[in-house]
């Protein structure tokens, strides 16, 4: 199935009443409690077709959710491609100009190339500078089990951790194309304590990929202890927890012709058992896995020369913080 062929089993929020916000900065409001804590900060559509961030953030503002300590910051991030969202037509609003979360370079930011995606990073910019931790909201192209993605460093795998959820956790590097949001400055340096998470809720359409937006914020809020667990109204009710499973990334593979194609309809998460097997052409060359059990990591459809067609990785048993180090 294509992206567009799933159901769309989720209504685009209006978000209008949240534009002014409090911050300066349309469609950014900032809580703070007056108290010594974190500055967390939850983001929603970084791509603009991604309904179930904006769906939880939504559900933060109905609900009243305040800081008991700290502050909170609440953005809708690529509105305007959010503003273009069209039900019949649910994968064209992704970024109007360049997709939002591969521009979070700083020299990129700080250069003189512009267009709408650049333009709305440099006004989020200075706030998230400001920002301690980050939970990046987004979903899939296919139906697949949630993963959280961690980043490269110990300290995104022991945020991950302490939110508990999804079951699976990808400890991975980003795309060579560009950098995400979550990898940004000091989330990206290793001697720093801020940190990031994006979590992958599921399926674009999927309704369930709203609940798990909207648990997983609670989560995210409540490990940081900016809520307590006892006063969240109004939750969807939360999947047991279950023990995390970490998946390591090696490598992504970049798509270096106008011509690659996977061999087969790879929805995500598939696991290939032997060394050397062909999973894609690239113009002829062939694309194979690098070593046993090695796991697809969200294959993209959208196969474009320059951009990640899929990541590999492996299960790891190994604690959060030493994977990788």
Not at 229 to 248: G, K, L, M, N, Y
């Amino acid at each position: 199935m294509t992206q567009s062929e799933y159901p769309l089993e989720l209504t685009a929020p209006d978000i209008s009443s949240y534009r002014l916000g409090n911050t300066g900065i349309d469609y950014v409001t900032s809580f703070d409690s007056g108290a010594p804590g974190p500055h967390a900060m939850i983001t929603a559509l970084v791509h603009g077709n991604e309904l179930c961030g904006a769906i939880a953030l939504d559900h933060l503002f109905r609900h009243d959710i305040r800081p008991q300590r700290g502050r909170l910051t609440l953005a809708f991030a690529n509105f305007a491609a959010f503003q273009r969202f069209d039900p019949g037509q649910p994968a064209q609003s992704r970024f109007i100009d360049e997709d939002f979360n591969r521009i979070w370079s700083p020299a990129l930011l700080a250069g003189e190339q512009n267009n709408i995606e650049l333009t709305r990073a440099r006004e989020l910019r200075p706030i998230i500078d400001t920002v301690d931790v980050l939970l990046d909201i987004h979903s899939m192209q296919h139906v697949t089990a949630p993963l959280m993605m961690a980043g490269p460093l110990a300290k995104g795998r022991r945020l991950a951790s302490g939110i508990g959820v999804p079951e699976l956790v990808v400890s991975d590097f980003g795309h060579p194309e560009g950098t995400r949001l979550r990898d940004y400055g000091s989330f990206g340096d290793p001697d720093l304590p801020h940190t990031a998470a994006l979590v992958e809720c599921g399926q674009h359409w999927a309704a369930s990929s709203a609940d798990i937006a909207i648990d997983t914020a609670y989560r995210f809020l409540s490990h940081l202890r900016l809520i307590s667990p006892q006063i969240v109204p109004a939750r969807p009710t939360p999947h047991p927890p279950v023990a995390q499973r970490f998946i390591e990334v090696t490598q992504a593979v970049t798509i270096n012709s106008d011509s690659f194609q996977f061999i087969a309809d790879f929805q995500g998460l598939e696991t290939i058992p032997m060394t050397g097997t062909v999973i894609a052409h690239d113009d002829g060359t062939a694309v194979t896995t690098p070593y046993d059990d090695c796991v697809l990591i969200m294959p993209s459809r959208r196969l474009s020369r320059g951009k990640t067609a899929v990541r590999l990785g492996r299960y790891v048993d190994a604690e959060p913080a030493a994977i990788g180090d």
